[in-house]
């Protein structure tokens, strides 16, 4: 085993830079815009860092403010989440220890819904999150940075919560043997000073750690720019502290995992997947950068210049002294051979065809523009495409859904509580029913008339997307069908929905069908 005993709580993963910041960074400024992206720019000029040169700076503002930023992976964020959050969030709360969490799910008024939201538009920008219970407030701080220490009663009166951690903070990880044994989060969060109008931030790193088996915790912090020695006293007050080691409790026992929630975009565990936005906003960036070249081409080349060939000396004499004007109505005399004519950029040229190129690579990847394609497409095309688009995002709505009722689950143990399965349902289905009423209608007689078991019926409508299962199988869902009331009648008689068509059988008639029920 090789390696180094690093105490450095601000020790990063060394993924952490390649596989979070430039990812998070490359897509949270595509997000935010043409501001933002101006600086990711890359000036043609020669002076790059525009040091001693006031004419290529004032030509790279120029440069920058002339490009046109088409923000397409906003766009396609906003209508990702619009597409999840169509169908509103399904909750199932029964639990007392959880019935807060509708409209306050992190102590701070967040509804559960937004926090949803949250959690999944992160995961899609960054390609991972995390969900951690809490049922202490933690520690809190006075007007000076002091660390207020919690008692073990006000932590037991505490309200139960959720804390959303966005990929960023998650700065360190560790995973042996398909086990988390060390996690490190870290945040900021403001100083509240009643006699100040200022803004003061204190940094907290939050450690999660396993040790023989046993899950631990403990809260650094630090009110500068430095980062704890290891060696601080625990409880210390003053510029920086750290508490104690202590044992996470759960139910009563000592836990033996981290409570940690993990959501991603192909795997709910603590590696870093790969962002479903980052793609297209990588595409995104360097069609600004064509963007900006061909403001600057078109402001270089772009206006019409008048070329003189073959003029003689005395040509030259009478322009020198008469000049030449564009769009006036005073000819200009030449002699001999000399020609006159305007000299313009094409119309069409590498640049532009390079800039529609990468518009069509945003397209293809799911990128939405300014508007749908309505281009004429067949069936078999446009299912394709419906399920080639909401592959990805319903994975990633599946694995938040999961990752949430993980969390419920562990603060019902938290809590000494049961808490039911299945608490919250995303919208998972997002193509529209091939199946119009005639078909419908067409099928029901045919269950009717004993020719398809119900199971088959509803197994076809599943495919159809008039029914989703939401974890059930399908016998669950005949069952529930057959349970409710009033029950779903097939025809104007007594048969009713799958209480006696499984009961008919054919007698070997095509237009016979005998019934074996009681109507």
């Given amino acids: ?27 949270n400024d595509c997000i935010v815009g043409e501001i933002a992206m101006r600086n990711r720019l890359l000036w043609p000029g020669e002076d790059p860092k525009m040091e001693g040169n006031a004419a290529d700076r004032h030509r790279m503002e120029k440069y920058t403010r002339g490009a046109a930023f088409l923000n397409a992976t906003r766009r396609t964020l906003n209508s990702w989440t619009g597409i999840v959050f169509s169908t509103p969030v399904i909750t199932d709360i029964k639990t007392k220890s959880l019935a807060g969490l509708q409209d306050n799910a992190d102590g701070n008024s967040q509804p559960l ?82 006699s100040s109008f200022g803004n003061s931030e204190i940094t907290i790193w939050h450690e999660y750690r396993m040790i023989d088996g046993e899950a631990f915790q403990r809260r650094w912090w630090s009110t500068d720019s430095k980062v704890p020695d290891a060696g601080i006293t625990p409880n210390t007050a003053g510029s920086a502290g750290v508490t104690d080691l202590t044992p996470i409790i759960i139910g009563g026992k000592r836990a033996t995992s981290l409570p940690i929630s993990w959501i991603g975009a192909v795997n709910n565990d603590s590696y870093p997947d790969e962002a479903p936005l980052y793609d297209i906003a990588s595409l995104n960036e360097k069609h600004y950068q064509i963007e900006a070249d061909l403001a600057e081409l078109t402001h270089l080349v772009g206006q019409p210049t008048v070329v003189i060939t073959g003029s003689s000396p005395q040509d030259k004499e009478n322009l020198k002294a008469g000049g030449v004007k564009l769009g006036s109505r005073t000819a200009i005399p030449l002699t001999g051979n000399a020609k006159i004519e305007l000299l313009q950029a094409e119309e069409r040229n590498s640049v532009i065809a390079l800039a529609e190129r ?59 509580d049961q808490v039911n399965d299945g608490v919250l349902t995303l919208n998972k289905q997002y193509t529209s029913s091939t199946i119009d ?65 499984g009961n008919q059988t054919e007698t070997g008639n095509d237009n016979e069908v005998t019934d074996n029920g009681d109507n």
């Fill in 113 to 194: 819904s937004q926090m949803v939201r949250d959690a999944l538009t992160e995961v899609l920008k960054t390609g991972r999150a995390a969900l951690v219970p809490i049922y202490d407030s933690g520690v809190t701080f006075d007007d000076e940075g002091n660390p207020i220490i919690q008692t073990v009663e006000q932590a037991q009166a505490a309200t139960m919560k959720i804390r959303l951690f966005y990929n960023e903070d998650i700065i360190n990880w560790r995973t042996v043997e398909r086990q988390d044994r060390l996690v490190v989060f870290k945040y900021s969060e403001q100083v509240d000073d009643p």
């Fill in 437 to 501: 009423g005639q078909t419908l209608t067409a099928m029901l007689q045919v269950v009717q008339a004993g020719k398809m078991t119900t199971e088959d019926f509803v197994s076809w409508m599943v495919r159809g997307n008039l029914i989703e299962l939401s974890g059930r199988t399908i016998d669950q869902v005949v069952d529930d069908i057959n349970n409710q009331a009033p029950t779903i009648s097939l025809s104007q008689g007594d048969n009713q929905f799958g209480s006696n068509a």
């Fill in 1 to 27: 085993m090789t390696g180094t005993n690093v105490t450095n709580v601000d020790t990063k993963h060394k993924l952490y830079d390649a596989r979070v910041t430039q990812i998070c960074k490359l897509v």
């Fill in 358 to 416: 990468r518009e069509k690579q945003m397209a293809t990847i799911g990128a939405q523009m300014i508007d749908n394609n309505t281009t004429a497409k067949t069936a078999t095309e446009a299912d394709y495409d419906a399920q080639s688009d909401t592959s990805s995002l319903s994975l990633v709505a599946g694995n938040t859904e999961s990752a949430f009722n993980k969390a419920f689950q562990m603060m019902g143990e938290l809590a000494g």
